[in-house]
């Protein structure tokens, strides 16, 4: 393969195939999802009269063991955790909408990893009696 020809000049094919590296490299993201592991559970609730109420276990691992806090959206504290590779926590909730849970770092609240605790209305639809204006008996 000739990279440049008699004049200096580089090759194109050469150069485009750098460019389309350059773009593919600079378009890859950091793997932060495989240092953490995060889970919760339940991973959803049924809403009953409107509020769901529940025990949230949330249980994380780390590749590296550093200092962590949990933010719950819509509460405004955090849970801080010291230096540890795994832990788990439970956190007592009434809701009515999902809410996301985030593993933040201690120092900087950097997001290490992120979930959503969905949640479920069931309706009753009622269905009325249906009568028919003639009818005899009602």
Same mark, same amino acid.
């Given at each position: 393969?000739?990279?440049? $020809?008699? !004049? =200096? ?13 350059? +773009?593919? %490299? @600079? ?6 999802? #495989? ?14 009269? =409107?509020?769901?109420?529940? #025990? ?6 780390? #590749? &590296?063991? &550093? @200092? ?5 959206? =819509? ?6 955790? $010291? ?11 009434? %809701? *009515?909408?999902?809410? *996301?849970?985030?593993?933040? !770092?201690?120092?900087?609240?950097? +997001? ?12 009753? *639809?009622?269905? #009325? ?7 005899? %008996?009602?």
């Amino acid at each position: 393969m000739v990279l440049a $020809d008699s !004049t =200096g000049q580089i090759d194109m094919n050469f150069r485009c195939l750098q460019i389309i590296s350059l +773009v593919c %490299i @600079a378009n890859t993201p950091f793997a932060y999802a #495989s240092d953490v592991v995060m889970s919760i559970n339940p991973e959803s609730c049924m809403a009953e009269n =409107g509020w769901c109420a529940a #025990s949230l276990e949330v249980s994380w691992q780390l #590749s &590296k063991a &550093k @200092a962590v806090c949990l933010k719950v959206e =819509g509460k405004a504290e955090k849970i801080c955790f $010291d230096k540890q590779l795994t832990n788990s926590t439970i956190i007592q909730i009434k %809701i *009515k909408r999902p809410i *996301k849970v985030q593993l933040l !770092t201690a120092s900087s609240d950097q +997001v290490l990893a992120s979930t959503t605790l969905n949640v479920f209305v069931r309706e009753y *639809k009622r269905r #009325s009696r249906q009568r028919h204006a003639w009818s005899v %008996i009602q």
